[in-house]
């Protein structure tokens, strides 16, 4: 046992909360594929196959089924309910967990891989990353459950150290001077109702949670591999960390997923101790593996096969986040000592640590890189910075639909900031939605003068055709185009500002603002023609 601690429980709690994460994650793409990837769709999923298939691409360069059985709109939906009913038996143990995972894999996968556009986010590979880790691991879980937990403590590992040391590397100067959090409320993908609250905190509160990121990410990271009574700390600095993040914000099951993640820091006692009903406790010990004993030199085969290359290979995303750099040569350390960065400096140069230590590292790091290009396309150890760049604006796509080009009609979204008038909404657990989410990034790629993507404009050709599908993905259509479409259809973008801090922006600025959007959630200003499509144009 892996400090001599008991797994069973804790494993059992870890296969009922990833398989409830998959529901919903095949819940959640039920409700929007047809407008996504279906074959009316923005991007329809048939198109992107038959141009793989023309080009030869395999199964292994992209991991979908559509590839080897079908494209078709039934064939995605059969995909959706297959995963929804894997997740459902692996919750319940109905048959073996490992079994049920790997079909919510192939399904998840499928979708993702046709959807990258939608679905091509950190938290979607995460949660492939997780299943595929899990089902490696499941033919050893009765022999050697130690295993699984050592990954999935090299995984939120990987994680966190990485988190903190993308953020301090990735060239935001935010993260360096401690205003990171000063943007993150008002400018995060989609704000909920508590974002404005903790938007007009004092800086010197944004400036505390931005340091307390760096210590419970990088200090957390280092205590994943020690023993229970030191390694609950770092369960505790994640917890808040990821609690935070989903109290203020719309993060879909990425918090989730990574609560999932931590649950394997906490051995069987802890779990007992903790989980305050007893028929939780027994069903979780019903729907546990019963472990059962083999000779020893089997059980280093997990080992040596799983656990030691994927801990290698994970290394390679880890220190690409580090980007050259010696920690110990950051400000966070020289400011107290420079002694760190003077011995790690001397131990480097010395001939017997290159010798002996830097020539074998070298050789491992080259094998771990060949191996990491090799399972880069099943979505395994890949690299997880959240939050590395702050944006420093809040620019949003709001699209109005016309008759006769003269009067003027907004269309709403669901999620995303668009009327002023409507407060900011809840996004039900775990769902993402995706098209909200992916209109974030398209103002930020504006500012710096990239044009439309293909798919935008085909996203509003789908509003001038009345797509039912597409239409489905925004909120509440405009009174006269409910039944009819627009003759004409163009996207403006405008600067969004929380109202709680309005005496903090330029007299110039405010002086723009309209007097009917003082006091509201928000207050905007048009920046500039973003595109623009009518019933010619199609």
Not at 38 to 49: D, N, Q, R, Y
Not at 110 to 122: D, K, N, P
Request: charged share 15%; net charge positive; glycine share 4%.
């Amino acid at each position: 046992m892996l400090f001599n601690e008991p797994w069973s429980l804790s494993i059992s709690l870890f296969e009922r909360s990833l398989a409830f994460i998959n529901l919903a994650a095949f819940l959640s793409s039920l409700s929007q594929w047809r407008g996504q990837i279906g074959s009316t769709g923005i991007l329809p999923a048939c198109h992107i196959v038959r141009q793989w298939k023309e080009r030869k691409i395999t199964f292994f360069e992209r991991p979908t089924l559509c590839l080897l059985i079908s494209d078709s709109d039934k064939f995605l939906l059969t995909l959706h309910w297959i995963g929804i009913i894997c997740s459902i038996m692996a919750f319940f143990a109905i048959i073996p967990s490992g079994i049920c995972l790997i079909g919510c894999w192939l399904c998840y996968s499928s979708l993702v891989t046709v959807s990258t556009t939608f679905m091509g986010l950190q938290m979607h590979s995460n949660l492939l990353e997780t299943d595929l880790l899990y089902i490696l691991c499941s033919p050893f879980l009765a022999v050697q459950p130690e295993v699984l937990v050592f990954i999935q403590w090299s995984l939120l590992f990987r994680i966190m150290l990485g988190g903190a040391a993308g953020k301090y590397t990735g060239g935001d100067s935010s993260w360096k001077d401690g205003t990171a959090m000063l943007w993150h409320y008002w400018t995060q993908p989609l704000p909920n109702p508590l974002s404005p609250i903790f938007y007009r905190m004092p800086a010197s509160v944004h400036k505390f949670e931005t340091y307390f990121t760096y210590i419970s990410e990088g200090s957390g990271a280092l205590l994943c591999y020690t023993p229970q009574k030191i390694r609950w700390i770092a369960f505790v600095f994640f917890l808040m960390i990821l609690l935070g993040i989903n109290f203020t914000g719309n993060y879909a099951h990425l918090a989730p997923l990574t609560i999932t993640e931590m649950i394997l820091l906490l051995n069987d006692n802890v779990w007992r101790s903790v989980i305050p009903f007893q028929f939780i406790i027994s069903f979780l010990e019903y729907t546990a593996v019963a472990p059962y004993a083999i000779a020893w030199p089997f059980k280093l085969l997990p080992w040596l096969c799983i656990a030691l290359p994927y801990f290698s290979i994970s290394l390679v995303p880890l220190l690409a986040t580090f980007r050259g750099e010696n920690p110990f040569s950051w400000p966070i350390f020289t400011c107290y000592t420079s002694r760190p960065l003077t011995i790690t400096q001397f131990i480097y140069q010395h001939r017997y640590f290159q010798r002996f230590f830097l020539n074998p590292w070298n050789f491992l790091m080259n094998w771990s890189e060949n191996g990491h290009d090799l399972i880069t396309p099943i979505r395994l150890c890949g690299r997880y910075v959240k939050f590395a760049h702050m944006t420093k604006r809040r620019w949003e796509i709001i699209i109005e639909g016309s008759e006769d080009g003269s009067t003027w009609y907004e269309y709403d979204f669901k999620y995303k900031p668009s009327n002023i008038n409507k407060s900011l909404p809840i996004v039900p657990f775990c769902h993402m939605p995706n098209l909200d989410w992916r209109l974030w990034f398209l103002p930020n790629e504006a500012a710096r003068g990239a044009p439309p993507p293909t798919w935008f404009n085909v996203f509003l050709q789908r509003i001038l055709q009345h797509n039912q599908a597409v239409l489905s993905l925004l909120g509440p259509l405009p009174e006269p185009f409910r039944e009819k479409p627009p003759k004409m259809i163009r996207a403006w973008l405008y600067d969004y500002r929380f109202t709680y801090k309005r005496e903090e922006d330029s007299k110039e600025l405010a002086e723009k603002t309209p007097a009917d959007q003082i006091g509201k959630t928000w207050y905007r200003n048009r920046v500039g023609l973003y595109a623009k499509a009518n019933n010619k144009d199609q």
